[in-house]
């Protein structure tokens, strides 16, 4: 079984632009979560998606939001990029809800 | 908002010693999860555990999950060059509502091995 895929691996935006990030879960998971991870602050939560649903929101402005597809697939929007947005974001699914799989991240990169 | 208390943040040691690492919490989860994740690279799911008191095995790694729910520590035992790289906890939260839970992180440790 194929594991998360997240696409693109590696992006470079300038300040002020927005970027969006894509997830595809393992098949057959139908929740899909975001991480932001930096050195500073470590692994956060950003937010969680089943079945088309945000159902839990960790504590990251608005400006950080996201989507779920019909076929479990995620894509997070990230708008007026910041620098302090740098980071490595993770993507993670999960079929039973007890364990999360991770994908490889994107590592963004804001200038 | 949780905060999971993981150490030692690094470690160096031999090859085939063994390592600890622990995470304790003032908040109890219903989950408690170890990853490594490898420079670059998401994290990797090592061993879950699920229940209070339980000890699970995965080859030569030993984790248990604290029966007060606070805390879990991992074992590595006789390590080698591979295992390097940051070892995170992870517990996720009892149910916050709509069927979903969260998972909260330790900052890592980072564990290099002198061969």
């Known amino acids: 079984k194929a594991g998360v895929t997240q696409t693109p691996r590696y992006l470079i935006k300038t300040r002020g632009q927005q970027v969006t990030l894509s997830c595809s879960p393992i098949s057959g998971h139908r929740s899909v979560s975001w991480y932001q991870q930096t050195p500073g602050q470590g692994l956060q939560f950003l937010f969680e998606y089943f079945s088309e649903t945000q159902r839990n929101k960790g504590n990251f402005p608005g400006r950080f939001s996201g989507r779920q597809f019909s076929n479990s697939r995620s894509e997070m929007n990230v708008s007026t990029l910041e620098l302090g947005d740098s980071a490595l974001y993770l993507c993670?699914?999960?079929?039973?809800?007890?364990?999360?799989?991770f994908g490889p991240g994107t590592r963004l990169l804001v200038l | 908002g949780q905060q999971l208390n993981q150490s030692p943040q690094s470690m160096f040691i031999q090859e085939g010693e063994d390592v600890s690492m622990n995470c304790t919490s003032s908040?109890?989860?219903?989950?408690w999860l170890w990853y490594k994740q490898d420079p670059g690279e998401g994290p990797v799911l090592l061993i879950a555990?699920?229940?209070?008191?339980e000890l699970t095995s995965n080859g030569r790694l030993t984790a248990q999950f604290g029966i007060t729910r606070k805390d879990s520590f991992l074992n590595i035992s006789a390590s080698i060059p591979s295992d390097v790289g940051i070892y995170f906890c992870?517990?996720?939260?009892?149910?916050?509502?709509?069927?979903?839970?969260?998972?909260?992180f330790g900052k890592g440790t980072k564990l290099s091995v002198i061969p």
């Open positions: 993670a699914s999960s079929y039973n809800q007890e364990t999360q799989y």
């Open positions: 555990l699920y229940k209070a008191g």
């Open positions: 908040s109890i989860f219903n989950t």
């Open positions: 992870a517990g996720q939260s009892p149910y916050s509502g709509a069927g979903s839970y969260q998972l909260t």
